[in-house]
């Protein structure tokens, strides 16, 4: 049974993963439907989570939208993603970032890394 279950999670893996890390700021190009049209959303934020592994692996990004925190989680390998691209590289030395919920202003902010 087990091996059924894994044939048909590793035909839904993307063939490109996008290389990013918590606390890097990405822009996530997600598709959106309305009524029969379709369109890309781009959405800029900080990734405060990467959990899961194989097919079911998540990442959280979250924004500030007119002083409202605003987050949102999507599946690393749905075809709903169409692209991350990594704006900033993050230092960080957390693998959750919860606390930057309770932050606002320029202490919500995550130091760049300089390479």
């Known amino acids: ?37 379709e ?3 781009v959405f800029e934020g900080v990734v405060l989570k990467k959990q899961g592994g194989s097919n079911r692996a998540t990442f959280t990004v979250r924004k500030n939208s007119n002083g409202v925190g605003v987050e949102k989680t999507w599946p690393l390998h749905s075809p709903s993603v169409v692209k991350v691209d990594v704006v900033r590289l993050g ?11 309770g932050r606002v202003g320029k202490r919500a902010k995550v130091k760049e890394l300089v390479r």
Do not use: C, S, W
């Open 1 to 37: 049974m087990n091996d059924i279950i894994k044939e048909i999670e590793q035909e839904q893996l993307k063939a490109e993963v996008p290389q990013f890390r918590v606390g890097d700021t990405v822009r996530v190009h997600a598709k959106i439907k309305e009524g029969e049209k």
């Open 39 to 41: 369109r890309i959303q």
């Open 91 to 101: 230092k960080v030395r957390r693998a959750k970032l919860n606390y930057l919920r």
